[in-house]
């Protein structure tokens, strides 16, 4: 869905990669019968292009999401790379010796 709403974009699959089994399918059926009224404003590809657009208006590519910027685990090895925090995760209590 992605690719066909981003022009230029292109799915690559890594090589040996498995399409994932999973399913996301939720049943609302509770939810409209507690919220007659209600119905969905958004759709999946509405949200791709509003994403797409917001990430385009503050300059955000995909450099930025490969990084230690927004990937927990790559933060935390950096962190501990550059000897900031330790091998438990934990800042050094400046004074202590430790």
Same mark, same amino acid.
């Given at each position: ?5 981003? *022009? ?8 040996? =990669? ?41 300059? &955000?590519?995909? *450099? ?8 927990? %685990? ?9 000897? =900031? %925090?330790?091998?438990? &995760?934990?800042?050094? %209590? %400046?004074?202590?010796?430790?």
């Amino acid at each position: 869905m992605v690719a066909t709403e981003i *022009p230029g974009t292109t799915l690559d699959m890594v090589k040996g =990669a498995q399409a994932d089994q999973r399913t996301y399918r939720v049943n609302c059926d509770k939810a409209r019968s507690a919220l007659l009224d209600w119905e969905p404003q958004w759709s999946a590809r509405r949200g791709i292009g509003d994403l797409c657009q917001t990430y385009r208006r503050y300059g &955000l590519a995909q *450099p930025d999401f490969e990084g230690t910027k927004y990937q927990r %685990v790559a933060h935390l090895q950096a962190l501990m790379a550059s000897g =900031a %925090v330790g091998q438990d &995760l934990r800042f050094p %209590v %400046v004074g202590t010796g430790n």
